[in-house]
């Protein structure tokens, strides 16, 4: 099958639905209150690993801001932003985890979990609250504590959720050497 | 649970106008308040919201739900702003006036309480506007804006292919998780946070593996008729500006020419400073 | 006159396969032809689907080998796009064509794409929406459809490019048996009025043959192994050497000793025409034919009493619906989309709860029962089993449901073997579930519901989108796991299954139990038939020729040899 450009276009939006879904509707409440699980960010892993970095930028882009949207409260363009980039980091996997074309074992579990630390590091740690400053003049302390916890809460449930996912699709497409039948 | 734009229908020259043209006249708006922070201009904002929102016919009890949860997030972040930097307004105005000692470093201030109306302020300037395209814009209308105001076809064309396929996706998973709870698959709120991680991840397996499916077959239906066969495309929805509409995309510009000129010539920065 | 699809020589192999689908394909159309394309699944048809719409090897890479002109145009130098133009396509499934968020926005997607000016635009697809009856529905979206509805949408949005040729890929998958009906009626009157190509790719033969084809062309192994009219073909035995199923009338006529020979016109049962000795044949047949065992019943299951459910949006799915399932039945539940099976269904899981009436399991009020604990009971099966699995791996999925319950691993071993026994899975134990076919995947859903061993297991179209060999395969199976003691609830628009393997059918109209009845009796009365959608079996048709009056009967008595035939006995 050819990754021609449709299918990426395709894939934006069934990933951004996906993302929607997600995060709108499949809550699960964390240990601190008024916050929820974002199980979307392990579906995002899962794109950017599956289809590359431009993929799971505009995926994560347009999912965010539909959320954002359909709540009402106003674009958060700095978090949307934010969400964007962990797409887009996290899909510079692609190449090194290979899913569609190499067992998704240890090694490559491993190289997909550095990439997700480092995105979710970098979009919550630094692009989210540095944005909130430019933008919305928020006091440092608030936004980079915020952010730290949005990061590590997104890490761990990337780590369980994004694994997890990445293993089915990467088992879910035959490989070469197990179409073998007896 | 169909709508999530959450469009009502009615008749009124908000309605008429394109989805083009709000959505210039929502993201110059947008960009004139967030970047002032003078509370006469954000009041007026409010203001000349608060009447197009009369003239749309749009009423409070349409946008309630979403009203409530503005309100709440708008409250939980002034609060969490307070907690976390009590003198944040004198950081920014550069003066203090004590109005009332709390307790330890919380001592509430005039510059803080103003930094507070304008964060406030902020969001009823921005929130009805942001309401008032949610409300009036057909959904099937908003993938044409985007191309038009200039995001390339492909990409504006996957906004509205997702708000086609969420419905779908949504009442996927609402029915793998009913299976699966047939199964035994518990969701309760008893199970450690790993485990039920662990459990919702297996519920999603099923909907994510359907939904990658359906990319090939997707792209192949959209290549079939032609999709991306041109550089660019019309679009069935477009319509063209009226008097209205040019109104609209002016108006989004007199407030973003407000806001510069308030920051550039009359304030001297971002901040209205009464305490200097 | 110069053929418009033209095949000399062709083969094509897929890259990431090792020998190739297609050899040998020699194969002229001619315009206006309609040509209906039959073979069994993997026969190759959908690749030389793909190979003319030029998804293959645009999207699906691979190589052909000879040629393939499309209107004296070398494939191998048009694109996609330019293709399409000549070759409208109308997937088999209709959902994922539909990309539009409303009708008419669906149907100009081609002509966006196009830049067509607004106005244009407009008027061409109230025109085409005209020609296939969805005008009323314009401002329609897709979930406010019906299956019948979306097709015709997607017929639509090719029709409006004003293509040569109509490339239809199994039509008839998703379709209740009276919208099937109707869409075949459809194509056949675009075909006529219009001055179309039509080429139909359906395994369906009888369903097609309702209206007339120039040609039908027989796959089988990636080779076309016939090219005929339906009459000759109907009378020759590649149907079943294919496993592909003949109408039913004609397998009637050779039960009764008859040669099926062109001059009685075979094509269709109104065309058929029959001599008073083979009418005579067929009497007698009718006559010594063994009747059909009566039903076993055992202690009620499953009790309906009076179950009334309307949904919060203030839609009455069911109204007062009463029934029983005993132990060891196998029913059907049937009717079209919408008419309240998949509701009632819901009613029976626990997932949604009736306003009024009680639902009783073994005696027990059902409304006690958590959803976890009726899943003891009644086991539910989607449609689609890449909906149910969540699990890599076949041992983990089939024991999911013991393990959540947190029975020993020793218990859950066990009952996995068995299972996996009991659905000729064994040697798969220990492999992937991505590396099963549909069908294996679908025995994989079962065993999972098997392993909580309950007393009923439903089934939402256990064999929709499965040719004849796959269905008798999926079909066999649930016989024996009924034998072993499970009762079996089916919810199917097809109608065959019903006939074949179904002792009793549950007939739902607008929310409402129709009937309750066998097949036979069910689908020899026209006024149900028509009140349910369902289409009326053409052993009535023949019975009525031969001059049999009692049509049910002759129906039954057809089932019972053919299930006998079937078992080898």
């Known amino acids: ?182 | 649970m169909m709508n999530i734009f959450n469009y009502i229908e009615r008749k009124s020259p908000v309605h008429a106008m394109t989805g083009a043209s709000k959505l210039v006249c929502l993201l110059l708006w947008s960009f004139g308040a967030m970047s002032s922070f003078d509370p006469r201009y954000l009041f007026a904002l409010f203001v000349i919201a608060v009447i197009l929102f009369r003239i749309s016919k749009i009423r409070v009890a349409d946008i309630r739900f979403m009203l409530w949860f503005t309100l709440a997030f708008c409250i939980l972040n002034n609060v969490l702003i307070f907690l976390f930097s009590p003198q944040h307004g004198t950081e920014i105005y550069g003066t203090y006036h004590e109005i009332v000692h709390i307790a330890g470093r919380y001592t509430l201030t005039w510059e803080q309480l103003l930094y507070h109306l304008n964060v406030f302020l902020k969001y009823l300037a921005t929130i009805p506007i942001v309401l008032l395209f949610v409300t009036t814009t057909e959904p099937s209308e908003f993938a044409s804006s985007l191309n038009r105001i200039g995001v390339n076809y492909k990409i504006a064309y996957s906004v509205s292919l997702a708000l086609r396929y969420i419905p779908d996706i949504q009442r996927e998973y609402h029915d793998i998780t009913l299976s699966l709870q047939a199964r035994g698959v518990e969701m309760s709120k008893k199970a450690s946070l790993g485990s039920r991680l662990k459990t919702t991840s297996g519920t999603l397996v099923p909907l994510i593996l359907s939904s990658m499916d359906r990319i090939e077959v997707i792209s192949n239906a959209m290549e079939l008729r032609s999709f991306g066969k041109n550089k660019k495309r019309t679009w069935y929805r477009d319509r063209k500006f009226t008097a209205w509409d040019f109104g609209a995309m002016l108006l989004g510009l007199a407030v973003l020419l407000v806001s510069i000129w308030l920051t550039s010539f009359v304030n001297g920065g971002r901040y209205y400073n009464p305490f200097v | ?569």
Request: aromatic letters at 8%; hydrophobic letters at 45%; proline letters at 4%.
């Open chain 1, 1 to 182: 099958m050819k990754n021609t450009p449709v299918k990426s276009i395709v894939a934006i939006a069934i990933g951004a639905a996906l993302f929607f879904v997600l995060g709108r509707f499949v809550a699960i409440p964390s240990p601190v209150p008024n916050t929820n699980i974002s199980v979307q960010y392990g579906l995002l892993a899962l794109m950017g690993a599956a289809f590359g970095p431009f993929v799971a930028l505009v995926a994560g882009f347009i999912g965010h801001a539909l959320i954002d949207f359909s709540y009402g409260w106003g674009i958060w363009w700095s978090w949307v932003i934010a969400s964007a980039v962990f797409g887009f980091i996290v899909g510079v996997s692609k190449n090194h985890v290979k899913l569609a074309t190499e067992k998704f074992d240890r090694r490559k579990i491993v190289t997909f979990n550095v990439y997700q630390v480092i995105g979710h590091v970098l979009a919550w740690i630094v692009i989210a609250p540095v944005l909130d400053i430019v933008m919305y003049a928020e006091p440092w302390n608030k936004v980079f504590l915020q952010g730290a916890v949005a990061a590590i809460a997104n890490i761990v449930t990337t780590a369980i959720v994004g694994t997890i996912l990445c293993a089915a699709y990467s088992a879910a497409k035959p490989k070469k050497d197990s179409l073998e039948k007896k």
């Open chain 3, 1 to 569: 006159m110069e053929p418009i699809i033209s095949f000399k020589n062709f083969g094509f192999k897929y890259t990431v396969q090792k020998e190739p689908t297609l050899y040998d394909i020699d194969l002229d159309i001619y315009p206006g032809q309609k040509v209906l394309i039959a073979g069994p699944s993997g026969c190759g048809k959908s690749t030389l689907a793909s190979c003319l719409n030029g998804l293959a090897p645009f999207s699906y890479e691979g190589e052909y080998t000879g040629s393939l002109k499309v209107k004296g145009v070398e494939a191998r130098d048009s694109g996609i796009f330019a293709r399409s133009k000549v070759i409208g396509t109308v997937l088999q499934d209709s959902d994922a064509q539909f990309v539009g968020l409303s009708v008419a926005e669906d149907i100009a997607f081609a002509l966006e794409n196009d830049e067509v000016p607004v106005d244009e635009m407009k008027q061409r697809v109230q025109d085409v929406a005209e020609l296939v009856d969805v005008s009323g529905h314009l401002e329609h979206a897709p979930y406010e459809l019906s299956g019948g509805q979306k097709q015709r949408v997607s017929l639509a949005g090719v029709l409006v490019d004003d293509v040569d040729v109509l490339l239809f890929d199994e039509p008839l998958a998703n379709l209740d048996p009276a919208t099937g009906q109707s869409a075949i009626e459809l194509i056949d009157r675009i075909w006529k009025d219009n001055n179309k190509t039509v080429i139909i790719i359906e395994h369906r033969l009888e369903d097609v043959l309702h209206c007339d084809v120039d040609r039908v062309i027989l796959m089988d192994e990636g080779r076309i192994i016939a090219d005929a009219t339906p009459e000759e073909l109907l009378c020759s035995d590649l149907l079943q050497k294919t496993g592909i199923r003949e109408p039913l009338y004609i397998t009637a006529l050779k039960y009764a000793g008859l040669t099926v020979s062109p001059d009685m016109h075979p094509a269709h049962i109104e065309t058929l025409t029959l001599t008073e000795a083979q009418k005579e044949k067929v009497c007698e047949w009718f006559d010594r034919a063994a009747r059909p065992e009566k039903p076993k019943t055992g202690d009620p299951l499953l009790e309906a009493d009076g179950v009334t459910f309307t949904y919060s949006g203030g839609h009455k799915a069911l109204e007062d619906i009463s029934f029983t399932i005993r132990k060891g039945e196998m029913t059907a539940i049937a009717g079209r989309n919408g008419a309240g099976k998949s509701t009632m269904c819901k009613l029976i899981c626990g997932f949604e709860t009736q306003q009024e009436g009680k639902i009783l399991l073994k005696g027990e009020n059902a409304a006690d029962l958590s959803i976890k604990e009726r899943g003891e009971h009644v086991g539910y099966v989607m449609q689609n089993p890449n909906q149910m699995i969540s699990k890599v791996f076949i041992k983990d999925e089939v024991g999911l449901g013991l393990s959540l319950r947190g029975r020993p691993q020793e218990e859950i071993d066990e009952a996995v073997d068995a299972a996996l026994a009991t659905c000729s899975l064994s040697p798969f134990v220990d492999w992937p579930i991505s590396a099963l076919s549909y069908g294996q995947k679908k025995r994989v859903t079962i065993a999972s519901i098997l392993t909580l061993k309950p007393d009923m297991i439903m089934l939402d179209e256990p064999t929709a989108g499965q040719d004849f060999r796959r269905y008798t395969e999926i079909m066999e199976f649930l016989e024996q796991v009924n034998r072993s003691g499970v009762t079996v609830l089916l919810i199917t628009h097809d109608m065959h299954l019903m006939l074949e393997y179904c002792d009793r059918a549950l007939v739902f109209s607008d929310g409402r139990l129709l009937a309750d009845d066998t097949p036979a009796a069910v689908l020899s009365d026209p006024d149900l038939i028509r009140a349910a959608s369902l289409k009326k079996t053409s052993l009535y048709d023949l019975a009525g020729l031969c001059g049999i009056s009692d049509a049910k009967e002759f129906t039954a008595r057809f089932i019972e040899c053919d299930r006998k035939a079937r078992r080898g006995l």
